[in-house]
């Protein structure tokens, strides 16, 4: 049996069978042995061998194992659940998902600011209800949508929000390097309340760091306007929910649309399922039928770059520190 060239493992990406995944590999290395662990125990055979695994997460036991291991390509764009102290010891380079959801992402959150603008969710609760009632519904042009994170799914979003008519505002950790926005702030208290202030839709798509962990806290939601829409596909715990949950009881916020929450899944005695003005999608903005032919893509150009010795600089590579 020969050592395999990419071990990927068996965990699916939203609800789309792995196997697709390591198909869409050999397409692209067909010169390489890309191996499929359908179970634990292959997982745990072959991954001795590999010296590069593909997957959503690597158990401690698994890399215990990975004595060949030279690089991970997480299949998420978010890196914080894995051993990144331990896989930084070993000189394991650790790349993500990142680009992979740009399309569908910001599809998702323009969507969602659509619904509020029209009040399309108004609309469906007096569909389900069989009322033939009017109600006030809004535009989206003429708003200003300030975007969090700048990195790929931040920049879809504004590149896909050129022709509705909007002000765009950019929020990143260095404003100094601009963006696809008509203005670019930091993260500094004054400026990003300053622009929180002018904002009628508050779209989150930035990683979960300790920046930005609690980022909309009560004082954040206290200088949005009451007329202002979160729209957070970011991770959960970027917005204080308990915060957010009064505000949206105080009547301070015109809604919010959550594909991220904190905790989650959203227990079911959870008050945000309870708010009319709430939407709530279980992690999904993600989810795309491409995706794994993109994160194919990423992984070959990078065993590529394995094979030919060239560490200048991986796609998507994740600072370890």
């Known amino acids: 049996m020969a050592a395999p060239d990419v071990l990927v493992l068996r965990q699916d990406v939203h609800g789309i069978p792995v196997a697709k995944y390591a198909a869409a590999i050999r397409e692209r290395l067909p010169d390489h042995e890309v191996v499929h662990a359908r179970t634990p125990n292959e997982e745990r055979e072959r991954i ?13 036991e698994l890399l215990d194992r990975a004595e060949g291991l030279r690089l991970f390509a997480c299949l998420y764009a978010g890196v914080d659940h894995l051993p990144l102290d331990a896989l930084r010891s070993r000189g394991v380079v650790v790349t993500n998902a990142s680009g992979v959801h740009g399309p569908n992402a910001a599809e998702w959150a323009i969507g969602q600011m659509l619904v509020f603008a029209r009040g399309l969710h108004v609309g469906r609760r007096r569909q389900e209800r069989r ?60 400026d990003f309340h300053d622009a929180l202030a002018r904002t009628d839709y508050l779209v989150l798509a930035c990683p979960l760091t300790e920046l930005t962990a609690g980022l909309v806290d009560a004082e954040a939601l206290q200088t949005l306007p009451p007329t202002s829409v979160i729209v957070n596909l970011a991770r959960g715990a970027v917005v204080d929910t308990d915060a957010l949950v009064d505000r949206l009881r105080l009547g301070g916020l015109r809604g919010a649309a959550l594909d991220v929450t904190d905790p989650e899944p959203l227990p079911p005695e959870h008050p945000l399922w309870t708010f009319e003005n709430v939407v709530i999608t279980p992690h999904t903005a993600g989810q795309t039928p491409q995706y794994y032919e993109r994160r194919a893509d990423i992984l070959a150009e990078n065993v590529r770059r394995l094979d030919e010795g060239d560490d200048s600089g991986f796609r998507n590579q994740v600072s370890l520190g």
């Open 48 to 60: 001795a061998e590999a010296s590069t695994v593909t997957g959503q997460a690597l158990r401690d």
């Open 131 to 190: 009322e033939f009632r009017h109600f006030q519904a809004d535009e989206l042009y003429g708003s200003t949508v300030t975007v969090v994170g700048l990195g790929a799914i931040g920049r879809a979003v504004l590149d896909r929000l050129d022709g509705f008519g909007v002000d765009t505002i950019g929020v990143r950790h260095s404003p100094e390097k601009g963006g696809p926005a008509d203005a670019v702030v930091g993260y500094e208290e004054g």
